[in-house]
């Protein structure tokens, strides 16, 4: 038994059986990967996966109850590893980083200055995606924290952990009738709207509260990236609905914003880490100094956490 045995098996799992996705993730061949899931199957004399002639169609019941295993162990080296550079590098290494747009690009900068003021030696890494990239990322172990507003507690091998709350704003253009009344989504819809893709900063929020209320608002335009929705606004393409915290009055002038808190569900951020996982000392600094209520022994008692225990609201 080796761990490039354990690897194919997990990432098998991860890749729903995509044996071309496997071979690429691990940078080998297809046959290669066959031939080290059947030598470890050999090994433990079962068959884990379901095959349909050369192709891997599921997890056989005997696959179900020794996949965590495999887990378990590839989890338990990577902890090795990672105590192993804390007592030889101390406070030297890489944190890698993986967050949606808007917490990189508004709710971060200031940790990230903070926290390498005072841990120079560290190579801080950001990767950006969606929150279901973020997770994919957490999970691969590319990231070792990554920071969304949504799905991260969906994942029973992820530990997510609230970090604070916001809410959205609706960005109009100096003189729009918006300005003038009170802020309704009757109002609202009345007019096209600019705002997130779906599956990113709230979207989701928003959708919903329109159909509460029976509502079919018209998108006239969706993107990624707070700054796109704003421009777009100031030529305006329509209205903006984007998160609070992305709008600098001084910065965005002379577009306006309007409070929407009472239109929208609050939403939350949260900081999700590996079950069971092992940060180096320098990562749960971070994460102090981006959430100052999760010290090292709260993030480590919510990893240790089994994954029906309900880590506690903000």
């Known amino acids: 038994m080796n761990f490039q045995q354990l690897r194919a098996v997990r990432e098998a799992v991860r890749r729903r059986f995509n044996l071309t996705d496997v071979a690429t993730v691990l940078h080998t061949s297809q046959p290669g990967v066959s031939r080290q899931i059947r030598e470890l199957e050999d090994e433990l004399g079962l068959e884990i996966f379901v095959r349909v002639g050369k192709r891997l169609t599921g997890l056989t019941p005997a696959g179900e109850h020794v996949v965590p295993w495999v887990e378990k162990l590839l989890l338990d080296a990577d902890n090795l590893h990672r105590a ?16 949606t747009h808007s917490q990189a690009r508004y709710a971060l900068p200031s940790a990230v200055h903070d926290f390498l003021s005072t841990h120079p030696q560290v190579q801080f890494q950001l990767h950006q995606g969606s929150p279901t990239q973020v997770a994919q990322m957490l999970q691969s172990g590319e990231a070792d924290i990554g920071i969304a507003s949504h799905e991260l507690a969906e994942h029973p091998d992820l530990v997510a952990l609230p970090c604070y709350r916001w809410t959205h704003s609706i960005i109009v253009p100096p003189g729009h009738a918006l300005l003038d009344g009170p802020l309704t989504l009757q109002r609202l819809a009345e007019h096209p709207l600019i705002t997130y893709e779906h599956g990113f900063t709230g979207r989701s929020s928003i959708d919903t509260a329109f159909a509460r209320a029976g509502l079919s ?49 609050i939403n939350t951020t949260s900081v999700a880490v590996r079950r069971g996982g092992l940060l180096r000392r320098y ?15 709260v993030v480590s008692a919510a990893q240790a956490a089994p994954a029906d225990v309900t880590q506690a609201p903000l």
């Open 84 to 99: 192993s550079e804390d007592f030889l590098k101390g406070d030297s290494g890489t944190l890698s980083i993986a967050a």
């Open 217 to 265: 608002p018209q998108v006239a335009l969706t993107a990624m990236d707070a700054d796109v929705i704003k421009t777009y606004v100031g030529l305006g393409v329509g209205v903006g609905v984007i998160a609070a915290i992305a709008f600098d009055e001084q910065r965005d002038a002379p577009l306006v914003a309007l409070d929407a808190r009472q239109l929208f569900p």
């Open 283 to 297: 990562a749960y600094d971070f994460i102090q100094t981006f959430a100052s209520h999760l010290t090292r022994d």
